[in-house]
């Protein structure tokens, strides 16, 4: 007896029916309730990231519509007819790879099959994939057709770039929209799969292939598939690390660690784990972006919108980081710049470490304001160069009030809050600028910005912030607001420019 052909487990456990679409019920119960009352469009748009269900869902409705003699979601799975269009032997379930097939005249051959009656079925399903690849003259060949198709004709459209199918497209066809899938929708599946196929996993290793499959199924079956290969059960967390090449929690920790803490030798040894560990950069950068942002979902106290697992949110929410939603914000634009242009670089690595090792200095160019409310500094020459020696050393206030600058400083933040909650661009703009000082009954305010439009915003909303300091501190201050475009300000850089110099004393190296 020969051995049955071994069957990846995304086909062998594809859905037979709409019911079992997994993660997509706003797509599966609108069809479903579609077919029960009869009203089927001419032609169906599924659009969505890859590995979510588009082109298994276009099979869904080509079996609902040609399993029985008449169109249904409640078919035998066990008829020939089914069986035909499952094995992909019908003649009148035709898929086309829009990739591959994206001229003119295969659609010009297209539109001229589909004036044959169906063989044995009810209609006739053309099945276009990834229809976005298709060109401009093969959309404008088709365009009529789907207008007035015939009345037993149905097409089915699948593509994962929407915004590139033609607007007179998208028009004539009922359009659903797939999303990615919840971390719990696909563990829940994994472990029903596992549970069928009798092999014990433990739940932490599947929220690990979860995470990587970034809400694909697709994905996340063809991980396990991989991790089967290695070895059935009893597999270890590290294992599958290292099979699937996944970046640890620990090291993405280690990384934002060592740069709150500015610990210089421990960066370098965990980028040295990183280059010897053979982690792709590209996924290691990708990781640490999504690690950033989610630093920031948990400074702005939103934990639940967070896609890890549990365990691992504990690990988010102890830790205590001095960032404010700014720095975060600038760090994870740093890096997301980085990331479109590293595909540019033929030596990743050391542009990703080159990046990694600016940014244990980044807030040295975000502390002047607290520079400017120390009435001395012993040595002013160790002061940054962005920050002039005048601008160190604020002028003698005069406090003919109860109130002194620092005390303004120590509440400003409450103060922004409550002119935010008026006036949300102003606190914004406020936000940016520097409390200089305090001269009699007149809070002199710096601001860095050099658009005309924010300074006419600032200037008419100067009652506005006289009002909110008098809410909050109980005394009449006067406001002036002072735009000063000698300081130059420091903002990361459009394009990473690395220069040989710079690497060659970092690393230590000799012309």
């Known amino acids: 007896m020969s051995k049955e052909t071994y069957q990846i487990l995304a086909l062998k456990w594809r859905p037979k029916k709409l019911s079992d679409l997994i993660g997509q019920d706003h797509v599966s119960q609108t069809l479903i309730k579609a077919f029960e009352l009869d009203r089927i ?13 588009k082109t298994t869902s276009a099979r869904l409705v080509a079996l609902a519509l040609n399993a029985e003699d008449k169109p249904t979601v409640n078919y035998n799975l066990d008829s020939e007819r089914v069986q035909e269009i499952i094995d992909g032997r019908s003649l009148d379930v035709i898929e086309i790879d829009g990739a591959s097939n994206r001229g003119i005249d295969e659609i010009r051959e297209l539109r001229d099959s589909i004036n044959f009656m169906p063989t044995n079925s009810s209609f006739k399903v053309i099945i276009i994939d990834e229809v976005h690849m298709l060109t401009t003259q093969a959309f404008n060949a088709l365009l009529k057709t789907i207008e007035e198709p015939p009345q037993h004709v149905k097409f089915i459209f699948a593509t994962t ?42 739940g932490e290793i599947l929220e690990m292939i979860a995470q990587k499959s970034e809400g ?30 996944i970046v640890s929690d620990e090291v993405l920790f280690e990384i934002s660690d060592s740069l709150h ?44 919108l967070l896609r890890v697992s549990a365990e691992t949110l504990k690990k988010y929410q102890a830790v205590s980081y001095s960032w404010s939603d700014r720095d975060l914000i600038r760090i994870s634009n740093i890096l997301s710049n980085l990331y479109a242009e590293l595909k540019q670089y033929t030596n990743q690595f050391v542009i990703f470490q080159l990046t990694i090792l600016k940014l244990i200095h980044f807030d040295k160019t975000i502390d002047i304001q607290t520079l400017l409310s120390n009435s001395s500094i012993e040595n002013p020459s160790e002061v940054p160069d962005v920050v002039t020696k005048e601008q160190v050393t604020p002028k003698q ?34 936000s940016d600028c520097i409390l200089s000082e305090l001269d009699g009954t007149t809070l002199k305010i710096i601001s860095y910005d050099r658009s005309d439009f924010n300074k006419r915003l600032l200037e008419d909303s100067i009652s506005l912030i006289e009002q909110s300091l008098k809410d909050s501190l109980n005394i009449e201050l006067s406001v002036e607001i ?30």
């Not at 994905?219 to 290695?230: C, E, M, S």
Request: proline share 3%.
């Open 161 to 202: 770039d929407v915004h590139k199918v033609p607007q007179t497209i998208i028009s004539r066809c009922q359009r659903y929209d797939f999303l990615p899938l919840t971390l719990t929708d696909i563990v829940n599946r994994l472990n029903f799969i596992l549970k069928e196929e009798k092999i014990s996993f433990q």
């Open 482 to 511: 002072t735009i000063d475009t000698s300081v130059e300000k420091i903002e990361e850089s459009k394009k990473l420019s690395v220069k040989e110099d710079d690497a060659i004393s970092i690393f230590g190296g000799k012309e």
């Open 397 to 430: 206030e005069s406090k003919p009030n109860s109130i002194g600058l620092t005390e303004i400083q120590a509440n400003w933040k409450s103060i922004l809050t409550s002119i935010r909650s008026k006036r949300g661009s102003i606190g914004a703009l406020l």
């Open 216 to 245: 694909s199924m697709r994905d996340a079956l063809g991980f396990l598939d991989q991790i089967l290969v290695y070895q059935n059960s009893d597999i270890t967390k590290e294992e599958v690390q290292s099979i699937l090449g």
């Open 41 to 53: 469009p001419q032609a169906f748009l599924f659009s969505g990231p890859r590995g979510v269900g």
């Open 261 to 304: 803490t500015k610990n210089a030798e421990k960066l370098l040894a965990t980028l040295d784990q990183i280059e010897h560990s053979g982690f792709s950069i590209d996924e290691v950068l990708k990781n640490l972006i999504i690690h950033f942002k989610n630093l920031i979902l948990i400074n702005l106290d939103q934990p639940t």
